[in-house]
């Protein structure tokens, strides 16, 4: 069976396996929150909780945010933060693979770090500077997307 042809209860199986590795309890929230961001890259807090609670109509907002933050402790997730929003969650990581945002709708595209050689993760040091050794490099891309460049401004 190839990877596209899994079953859907393979990501949760996957996921559940992943926190049994951490010594992290399976549960139903934490699957849920991995599966709501998985299928929904660059999720804020309330876009999970709103997910979440499709599913799991009880679920308070604190308690999202506690899970959030012990994936994100786990290394199962990836909190981003981009200016002039709340923090965002992925599933992708380490891979050092970073974000570029539109200015004007605030989308959030991946961007792959360099081919081959990571350049971003070999720093100059000034000197004086004290070298240590680098394992994630955050680069934030910002600009304007195709969409915006190309509507029809608002008045």
């Given at each position: 069976m190839t990877e596209t042809t899994l079953p859907p209860a393979a990501p949760s199986r996957r996921w559940a396996d992943a926190l049994r590795a951490l010594g992290r309890r399976v549960t139903r929230q934490r699957l849920a929150a991995?599966?709501?961001?998985?299928?929904?890259?660059?999720?804020t807090a309330d876009d999970v909780v709103q997910a979440l609670r499709a599913e799991l109509s009880g679920i308070t907002v604190q308690s999202v945010y506690v899970i959030l933050a012990d994936l994100t402790d786990a290394g199962l997730l990836r909190r981003i933060e981009t200016p002039h929003s709340p923090?965002?969650?992925?599933?992708?990581?380490?891979?050092?693979?970073?974000?570029?945002?539109c200015t004007s709708?605030?989308?959030?595209?991946?961007?792959?770090?360099?081919?081959?050689?990571?350049?971003?993760?070999?720093?100059?040091?000034?000197?004086?500077?004290?070298p240590m050794t680098i394992q994630v490099a955050e680069v934030l891309y910002q600009g304007i997307c195709e969409a915006c460049r190309n509507s029809p401004p608002t008045n």
């Open positions: 991995l599966s709501a961001i998985e299928a929904s890259p660059h999720a923090a965002r969650y992925e599933t992708r990581i380490n891979d050092n693979h970073h974000h570029a945002v709708c605030g989308r959030i595209e991946d961007v792959d770090c360099a081919v081959g050689h990571a350049p971003c993760l070999t720093p100059h040091w000034s000197s004086g500077a004290q």
